[in-house]
């Protein structure tokens, strides 16, 4: 099969502004095309772009929009990200692609003393390692936080004390966090300015506590000085310098019978020297969201470093990556809300998405500590699409979420009449296990109410082969080649090169996709021939459940259970937000789905959707040479390459392709039209444009906002609290699949596009 092409635009140099609907907008910059298609490699086309821009390879962060999404940024990382790009565009001719350019900050440290009058001519510099003195750290926490982070700590590593004003020594053999300002970096600290005047002197009043420690801390960030409180309670604060021997100092307290704060006593002359360069400024982790919330809005994919970058540039602070990463994760709170609340929601939650849409189905359980265990989700317009226009084929499979409290999506999809995805259900477990897939299947069969036989594209695992069996009785159980190839490698004792895998595996994938006995037992003989091991192996992994020629269901050729992966990238686009927001997304996903397909459809004209259209069309073409004799009342002979028999009434070709398709073979189309009939009598109805428009006949309604007081009259009475699993230290994996690729794709030489070398060793 030809390789779908693309023509890139890339952009770089301009800048996103945000619209009134929410949506980004890319202007200025320079524009320059690419020719890339499906078989590309990402560095190959990093190299490219990175020659085209004259950048550095290292500095650039490439991203694009999904088609329909002007909102949200898809990050361009691997291989598998540039191929779903191609796979997401596949009806376009071109798609927009932005190039940003990340620098990389690193700490500097120097042997030269800091002091208070060499800000102006000094670069950026620290203190000088001292093992004899310490570093103490308040500025690392809030001022009411009741939790300590070590430096070096895990992002999740916390440690509880009672005391608001422990500190921490820590020797100086670390670097310290914040290096002291240059000239340089005052001209950048433009947002600080703002905030000189944020304490004018003694009489000055606060609406509250809280207003007047990030107006002090605004104070110090802006005149570049570090503070320590000596007294900090709800009616009083006093606060001095941290430089020893310096005497500032401010003494606020409560008025009487008022909740307002006023400033009783302030010294505002400083003598100290170096204090910046020894304990930095009062950057909070509150404070740090507070500055990256809104564009955190835009940007959800805002990056720590990224943060750091910025609050550099504007404020002349150095953050650490962690205090970046603990600020993004409460800026992160404050937008989407809760986690715990989230979860004390489910109840709520459910009842309202079957409130909204009647016919769906949105049911919880949790363990006996009442803490979260599985969620199921199925809408009504989902069922009902499938059971009225899809063909009697599901595909079952899974993906890690990345969100506080991790867990496994496992997701029900479904193939419509122009084999596009299909999203029938899902469900949201804390592990994925045999019984998360049995209790999964249970609810999918309760709501699902066709009689007809379904075919399942799923692993061989012993949890899912059983529950399959048990629970949707008659079905077939299709084994999905991808992950048979994966554990065939597993158990493999032997060692084979990349390029005997590849071979073995395109042999394995011929005798799975082979309609006749024969062509299977020729690919088997071919892989026995390099190795016995494998053909046991294969052999003793029931082809019946696997292989065309001996499967009794009927799959359509749709060999693996990854046919979802659009429905996949949605959930991996929301599954760092609360669980109720995430599959908010979601359905609204579902629903914009319906919306754009719908009408789509309406512009159809021909009979069968597009892309069966186009099968007919091919298999027309090979008829010209075909002679047709009759051999039965409803049977015929087809000579050609091969001679193939041709039984009209039962719709069945020697060939198989009209049985594994549902579009009559080019067999089957020279009887058809040699007796006189319309080909398009004897297409399946699962591929025409009518039940293509039964799919997507239901929309999915949105689900009012939730009032938590109104659920105490709700017949759900229930608590849920968080599962017990956190999501672990360092940054989530950004792999689809645990497991890796088990053959490389070829070489591809980004010039000449040919195979087997790149650009540098090519002789073009």
């Known amino acids: 099969m030809a390789a779908k092409k693309l023509i890139a635009i890339c952009q770089c140099g301009g800048d996103f502004e945000t619209e009134k609907d929410g949506c980004l907008s890319y202007k200025g910059g320079d524009a320059h095309a690419i020719d890339i298609d499906d078989q590309m490699k990402f560095n190959d086309f990093k190299v490219e772009v990175a020659e085209m821009f004259n950048l550095s390879v290292d500095s650039m962060s490439i991203k694009y929009f999904l088609p329909g999404n ?65 570093l103490v750290l308040h500025d690392v926490m809030d001022d009411t936080s009741h939790s300590i982070v070590p430096i070096d700590a895990p992002p999740d590593v916390v440690h509880d004390t009672n005391q608001l004003d422990t500190h921490i020594d820590i020797p100086l053999e670390v670097p310290p966090i914040f290096p002291l300002l240059s000239s340089n970096d005052e001209n950048h600290a433009k947002g600080a300015q703002q905030w000189q005047n944020t304490i004018t002197g003694v009489g000055q009043r606060f609406s509250s506590v809280h207003e007047f420690r990030e107006s002090l801390r605004k104070y110090a960030i802006a005149h570049q000085f570090a503070f320590r409180y000596k007294k900090n309670d709800s009616h009083r604060v ?55 919330k809104e564009k955190l809005k835009v940007f959800p994919n805002y990056k720590p470093k990224d943060i750091v970058n910025d609050i550099k540039q504007e404020y002349g602070i150095q953050l650490n990556y962690f205090q970046a990463w603990r600020g993004k994760e409460i800026a992160k709170e404050q937008l989407q809300g809760s986690y715990k609340e989230a979860y004390s929601q489910l109840p709520l939650f459910c009842e309202k998405i079957m409130e909204a849409n009647p016919g769906s189905l949105a049911i919880y359980t949790t363990k006996e ?62 592990a994925e296990s045999d019984d998360s897939w ?26 899912l082969k059983n529950s399959i069996a048990e629970i949707f009785e008659g079905s077939f159980h299709a084994y999905c080649l991808r992950y048979l190839t994966e554990q065939l490698f597993r158990d493999l004792k032997g060692q084979f090169s990349h390029e005997v895998k590849r071979l073995m595996i395109e042999d394995l994938y011929a005798a799975a996709y082979a309609s006749k006995l024969e062509g299977f037992e020729n690919c088997m003989e071919s892989i026995k021939k390099i190795s016995l091991e494998a053909y046991n192996w294969i052999i003793q992994s029931e082809p019946q459940h696997w292989a065309n020629s001996f499967f009794q269901g009927t799959r359509y050729n749709h060999m693996t259970s990854n046919f979802g992966e659009l429905f996949y990238s949605w959930a991996s686009q929301a599954d760092e937000l609360p669980i109720t927001q995430m599959v908010d997304v979601i359905r609204g996903k579902i629903m914009e789905l319906i919306v754009a397909r719908r009408a789509e459809s309406d512009q159809w004209l021909s009979r069968l959707t597009p892309s069966m259209e186009e099968k007919l069309k091919r298999e027309n073409q090979k008829t010209h040479s075909l002679q047709v004799l009759l051999s039965g009342s409803s049977t015929y002979e087809v000579r050609g390459d091969t001679t193939e028999v041709v039984d009209i009434d039962c719709w069945e070709c020697s060939c198989k392709v009209w049985q594994l398709t549902g579009v009559p073979c080019c067999h089957a189309i020279a009887v058809i039209v040699g007796i006189g009939r319309s080909v398009y009598d004897y297409c399946s109805r699962y591929v025409t444009t009518e039940s293509y428009r039964l799919t997507y006949s239901e929309f999915v309604q ?30 989530p994996t950004t792999k689809r699949y645990v497991s890796q690729d088990i053959v490389k794709r070829q070489l591809r030489c980004s010039q000449c596009k040919g195979l087997g070398h790149n650009k540098s060793t090519c002789k073009e």
């Not at 890690?400 to 995805?421: C, F, I, M, N």
Request: hydrophobic residues 40%; charged residues 20%.
């Open 70 to 134: 002007k909102k949200t940024l898809i990050t361009i990382s691997n291989d598998k990200d540039l191929q779903r790009m191609v796979k997401f565009h596949g009806d376009s001719i071109t798609v927009d692609i932005y190039i940003r350019i990340e620098e990389v900050v690193a700490p500097e440290v120097s042997n030269m003393p800091a002091s208070r009058s060499s800000r102006t001519t000094l670069s950026e510099t620290a203190v000088p390692v001292n093992t004899s003195q310490t």
């Open 438 to 463: 049995f209790w999964f299947l249970f609810q999918l069969k309760s709501v699902l109410s066709t009689s007809c036989p379904i075919t399942f594209v799923a692993d061989r695992e012993n949890g």
């Open 238 to 292: 006093t606060v001095k310098c941290k430089a020893e021997g310096c005497p500032w100092r401010i003494h606020a307290s409560r008025l009487s019978t008022t909740q307002l704060i006023c400033i009783k006593k302030m010294n505002s002359t400083h003598t100290c020297e170096g204090a910046v360069a020894t304990t930095g400024h009062q950057a909070t982790r509150s404070w740090v969201a507070s500055i990256i």
């Open 702 to 731: 949105p689900i009012p906002n939730l009032d938590v007081s109104a659920s105490k009259d709700s017949q759900f009475v229930v608590t849920v609290t968080p599962p017990p699993t956190r999501r672990p230290p360092g940054r």
């Open 369 to 430: 500590d009442s803490s979260f265990h599985r969620l199921f989700v199925s809408f009504h317009a989902s069922l009902y699409g499938f059971q009225q226009g899809c063909r009697p084929l599901i595909f079952l499979d899974s993906i890690p979420l990345k969100s506080k409290y991790q867990g496994q999506l496992l997701a029900a999809t479904a193939a419509d009449a122009d084999d596009g995805v299909f999203p029938v259900a899902f469900a949201i477990v804390d």
